[in-house]
């Protein structure tokens, strides 16, 4: 899964591919298996952290069915792929209708001069029907226009259910081809979803693919939940819940929907966020007026505490390799950023730009702290390196909140949440997400209010 | 897309069949009373005072909700007098026990917010303990921003929701 391949000098005369195999997953009861292969094609890169980038045009054909002809759940799986790849804002899908006609299969090679003019830089085409067996039966291939090069190409099958995630897990693998990139189309979001009046406000946990797609709710709504975060696995969720009055962090396991209590504490306990290697949780426990860091051994249910002051010390993450902890501290006077080890030794304040910071979180890819900030009546997102140099923000509004990032650091998700006014209208809540040059905003679909998104890693 | 949802609900409702019997929100300053707090205020207005007044409606007359400034938990004169009047009301009434919820308006974080409510509800506890109140009368909980008393983005309404309330537990 990574650009090695792609840069590897692998000389092929006639397209050859390199093979290796991916395993995956795609539901409880079915294995399958991909088979990739990777020519040494140049293919378009992009560094989207130097800015706005024109998207790489990409041409997607309906998937084929045995006669060729694009099928139902090919058209489908196309269309889950094109929408992904836009909706990162590094693509741009070739309107189908300027299409040439696509090869029948992805066996028979394209003919290029019809597709150069187009100004497409790859070319998707895949087979995909039902089996009498009602199976998925799916392969594909992706061109290099430019270089004339398979660079791609894959199959296997699933049960129907899998039919989404199959397509996304090939948007991950143009995204990744193209971009140079690790990609996060294959991922799911946990979050709070909200209804009712302001001041009685209904909370429950749903989950729901990336795309907003195939939404549950994990909670009944019976109690206040607050702040879900995914453990490294995907399989669990830690989150508040105030259960019989009691705030406290649980761990919910998705697949089952059973919760546990995390310890009993003279205190509240909240602000949960896994270790990297999810064996140890960190998080607050609130007790008489000061607020601490405390890490719990997941295995034991112990405790030990990492901050110790008369102030509050919350929100907590740890770095990718699990060495330190950023995390929320009013000790100076107003809420500012600070950075600890992970034994809680030498907090050194990294903030230092106007306003206040909250809601630290570390990237997935080690070198920034994404936040949020609060100036001047007006809530921002934003992203600063380790040392609190090179600040620069994202996005704005009445209220935004809460940041959490994609698998491979590139997109951050939020909630903003609108003014309400004295009758109660108004106050719209959603999510959102960005690139984090700063274009490219987008809401993100879901039923019903929405806030405290955590991003899963990319599913296994 | 229901269907996908029944073997979890099946799941929380033998998780709810543990919980009716607890509060759901637990405000405070909830018009709308929880089964819980009706329940207690139930039990506790058969103490009646000597005005012929519930003990709830006295806790009210005497001022149940104690005001802050913006990120501080410190108690204003104003808030000094009314806690004042708790205490004496709580010591006259030594069986009553109390929940005080803290919380904070909706300019800050939902995290940080959750430990400025605590803070704000110990400063209020420990206010009535040092005038003589016995402290395992009185439990705390934080609400955050969770349960506003005023609905609407204005300080108006932000001053009045950063408060800790006194309720019958």
């Known amino acids: 899964m990574d650009i090695m391949i792609l840069s590897a000098p692998v000389n092929t005369v006639s397209g050859t591919a390199l093979w290796r195999s991916l395993l995956l997953l795609l539901c409880a009861l079915m294995l399958f298996v991909f088979s990739v292969g990777t020519a040494g094609a140049q293919t378009q890169r992009l560094d989207i952290t130097e800015g706005q980038v024109a998207p790489i045009p990409v041409a997607i054909a309906e998937f084929t069915g045995p006669d060729g002809l694009p099928s139902e759940v090919g058209r489908q799986i196309s269309q889950i792929i094109s929408d992904d790849l836009v909706s990162s804002g590094l693509f741009s899908a070739v309107d189908s209708a300027a299409f040439i006609k696509p090869p029948e299969s992805p066996s028979i090679r394209p003919d290029f001069s019809n597709w150069t003019p187009l100004g497409a830089k790859g070319l998707l085409v895949g087979s995909a029907f039902l089996d009498a067996d009602g199976l998925l039966q799916i392969e594909f291939v992706l061109w290099d226009i430019v270089s004339q090069r398979n660079i791609t190409e894959g199959g296997g099958s699933a049960n129907q259910s899998g039919i989404r995630r199959i397509a996304h897990q090939i948007a991950d693998f143009v995204y990744q081809e193209f971009t140079g990139d690790s990609p996060y189309f294959d991922t799911q979001i946990v979050y709070v979803s909200e209804s009712g009046p302001r001041d009685r406000r209904v909370k429950r946990l749903a989950i729901m693919d990336q795309d907003g797609f195939n939404h549950k709710f994990l909670t009944s709504g019976l109690d206040l939940v607050l702040t879900p975060r995914f453990s490294p696995t995907a399989h669990e969720v830690a989150y508040l819940n105030y259960f019989n009055d009691e705030p406290n962090v649980y761990l919910l396991d998705i697949a089952s929907g059973r919760t546990e209590r995390l310890g009993s504490f003279p205190g509240m306990t909240f602000a949960p966020r896994f270790d990297p290697d999810g064996n140890k949780l960190i998080m607050s426990l609130a007790q008489d007026g000061r607020t601490d860091i405390f890490q719990m051994d997941l295995r034991t249910q112990s405790l030990s505490q990492l901050t110790r002051s008369a102030s509050i010390d919350t929100s907590p993450s740890f770095a990718p390799d699990g060495s330190k902890i950023v995390f929320n501290s009013d000790r100076g006077g107003s809420q500012q950023l600070y950075i600890m080890d992970a034994t809680g030794k030498n907090v050194k304040r990294i903030s230092f730009g106007q306003g206040r910071y909250a809601t630290p979180v570390w990237s997935p890819r080690g070198d920034i702290i994404a936040f949020t900030k609060m100036f001047k009546n007006e809530f921002f997102i934003g992203v600063m390196n380790v040392d609190g140099s090179g600040e620069r923000l994202l996005a704005r509004g009445f209220l935004v909140e809460a940041p959490t990032w994609a698998p491979n650091g590139r997109v951050l998700m939020y909630f903003k949440q609108e003014p309400v006014s004295n009758d109660g209208q108004g106050g719209q809540t959603y999510l959102y997400r960005v690139d984090i040059t700063g274009f490219n905003e987008r809401r993100v679909n879901t039923p019903a209010d929405a806030s405290d998104p955590a991003w899963s890693p990319l599913l296994q | ?169």
């Open chain 2, 1 to 169: 897309m229901i269907k996908r949802f029944l073997p979890l609900l099946a799941a929380s409702a033998l998780f709810a069949a543990c919980e009716t019997a607890s509060t759901t929100s637990g405000d405070a300053t909830s018009s709308a009373a929880t089964s819980s707090q009706a329940q207690a205020q139930a039990s506790a207005s058969s103490e009646t005072g000597s005005a012929g007044l519930t003990a709830e409606n006295q806790l009210a007359s005497v001022g149940d909700t104690v005001l802050f400034g913006f990120d501080s938990a410190s108690l204003t004169d104003s808030a000094q007098a009314t806690l004042n009047r708790q205490a004496a009301f709580l010591q006259a009434s030594p069986t009553l026990r109390v929940l005080i919820g803290g919380h904070a308006d909706e300019r800050g974080t939902r995290e940080y917010n959750l430990a400025l409510g605590e803070r704000r509800a110990a400063a209020t506890r420990d206010y009535l303990v040092a005038k003589g109140v016995n402290s395992a009368r009185i439990r705390i909980i934080s609400y955050g921003k969770e349960r506003p008393m005023a609905v609407g983005s204005n300080e108006s309404a932000w001053s009045k929701n950063r408060r800790a309330v006194t309720a019958l537990n």
